[in-house]
């Protein structure tokens, strides 16, 4: 069949005159007509926590500070990797945890080759990778990552443990929702990962074992304030 003729049938079955675009279809919510940030919140923290994740519902940029030294308290060395300060929702974040006698280890990975293999093996001794979020979807507990100069990607996969942190207003019900809302965070970066709970493989046996390629354990921070 050739094109013209294809696209006349399409416009006869859906009685239109013009295809439509993405702009002018309706956005379908899964979780119904949500206003309320609170419903949203809770029902992300019921799918993230579904998916296996860890969430940590706080009221401010103290209590996630708190939660997050609780974390690196429980680790075998001081060292992390984590975003950039101007991509992470608590302010000074790394000033305050150089202060406390935290090594962050810097996840820039040269050219040179014998460089780039020792910069990989002083990163595996990073026991916890903190990041921000561009946003998460309430439908199925994920998080959304973006990638650009100052959110090194290897922060949520190089590590054993993710911390993610994300306030509220970034939590959107579903996809579709996040897209209409903010398609330009995804087409100005150079990755976008979208993440639902640690990272997971099942052998042929259906047997589900948590890390093999990824972190085993995701923490999600949500700031309430």
């Known amino acids: 069949m050739q094109r013209n003729q294809f696209v006349k049938t399409v416009r006869r079955s859906i009685n239109l005159n013009d295809l ?5 279809l309706p956005i379908k ?29 706080v009221n401010d940029h103290e209590i996630a500070m708190d939660t997050i030294l609780n974390l690196l308290s429980n680790q075998p060395n001081k060292k992390y990797m984590s975003w950039d300060d101007k991509w992470l929702p608590i302010p000074d974040f ?22 780039r293999q020792s910069t990989y093996k002083h990163l595996e001794q ?10 998460g979807l309430a439908d199925t507990g994920s998080i959304i990552l973006e990638s650009q100069a ?31 809302n903010k398609s330009d965070n995804v087409t100005r970066s150079s990755n976008c ?4 709970g640690p990272s997971r493989t099942s052998d ?22």
């Open 29 to 57: 919510n899964k979780l119904g007509n949500i206003t309320k940030r609170e419903t949203l919140i809770k029902q992300f923290v019921h799918e993230a926590n579904a998916v296996k994740c860890h969430t940590h519902l």
């Open 126 to 135: 990073a026991c916890i990778g903190i990041t921000g979020c561009s946003a």
């Open 193 to 196: 990962n979208i993440i639902t």
């Open 150 to 180: 100052g959110q090194g990607r290897l922060c949520s996969l190089l590590v054993p443990i993710h911390v993610a942190l994300i306030t509220s207003n970034q939590i959107y019900p579903t996809m579709e929702s996040y897209l209409s």
């Open 20 to 24: 439509p675009t993405i702009n002018s």
């Open 94 to 115: 790394n000033t305050i945890l150089k202060n406390l006698k935290y090594e962050h280890c810097n996840n820039y990975i040269p050219q040179d080759r014998e460089k």
């Open 204 to 225: 042929i046996t259906q047997t589900l074992t948590l890390g093999i390629h990824g972190p085993g354990t995701l923490h999600i921070i949500i700031i309430d304030n």
